[in-house]
């Protein structure tokens, strides 16, 4: 069965920093994945979504990144934090159907 | 501009008491229909994906219904453990991507 792990669980970075969120999926191939940010007061807000290696496209204009160097690896990234970078990053994938999501990162900036 | 709106935000049930969480939302191409439960600090859970409308889907106590405008998660007998955030999505996105507009969610309190 598919399995999907996202780590860490929980950070707390200064402002300024840089952050990585990793997330792999196990048990599928060429599956599409994707970053989404659920903030306080608010919805799941899709971030980023890759449908195969190197290939991301960006839903929003911020201060993160995304990279997939591997077939079932999703990275996202900063280099420099805001504050309003905090909130409840959730990691998902699909194989044309429904999304399954990870346990997700809480990140607070400080 | 593709909205999904959820009501009521939060809805406190006894237990047994049946009650209806419903979905608005406008979206052009929709693609599919799907709610999710969400644990506090938990990533969201599948629950159904609805695709046409009349479409019905039942899962233990839950039962989602899809119209053209709208769909509904009815909740019959519900128990404590029933207790959750109900979020319900519409899939947009072009072939081979699942881009969900998510609505802000339903906070279900089910007391015993």
């Known amino acids: 069965s598919q399995t999907i792990h996202q780590w860490p669980a929980t950070l707390v970075q200064p402002v300024g920093s840089p952050l990585s969120l990793e997330c792999t999926v196990e048990?599928?191939?060429?599956?599409?994945l994707y970053w989404y940010r659920q903030a306080a007061g608010r919805g799941l807000q899709l971030l980023f979504y890759?449908?195969?290696?190197?290939?991301i496209s960006s839903e929003v204009p911020q201060n993160l990144s995304a990279s997939r160097p591997q077939d079932r690896q999703f990275i996202l990234s900063s280099k420099k934090l805001l504050l309003s970078d905090s909130g409840f990053y959730l990691c998902?994938?699909?194989?044309?159907?429904?999304?399954?999501f990870g346990e997700g990162s809480r990140l607070t900036v400080l | 501009e593709d909205q999904v709106t959820q009501s009521p935000e939060a809805l406190r049930l006894q237990e047994g008491e049946s009650s209806s969480l419903n979905c608005s939302y406008t979206?052009?191409?929709?693609?599919?229909l799907f709610w999710y439960r969400q644990d506090p600090g938990k990533g969201p859970e599948f629950l159904f994906t609805?695709?046409?409308a009349g479409e019905e889907k039942e899962k233990e106590r839950l039962k989602a219904t899809l119209t053209k405008k709208e769909s509904f998660l009815h909740i019959t007998a519900p128990k404590p453990e029933d207790s959750a955030t109900y979020l319900c999505a519409p899939d947009h996105g072009s072939s081979n991507t699942g881009k969900l507009i998510f609505g802000q969610g339903t906070t279900l309190q089910v007391k015993p």
């Open positions: 048990g599928t191939s060429n599956p599409n």
């Open positions: 979206v052009s191409g929709l693609r599919g």
């Open positions: 998902a994938w699909s194989a044309g159907g429904e999304l399954f």
């Open positions: 890759s449908v195969g290696i190197g290939q």
């Open positions: 609805l695709y046409s």
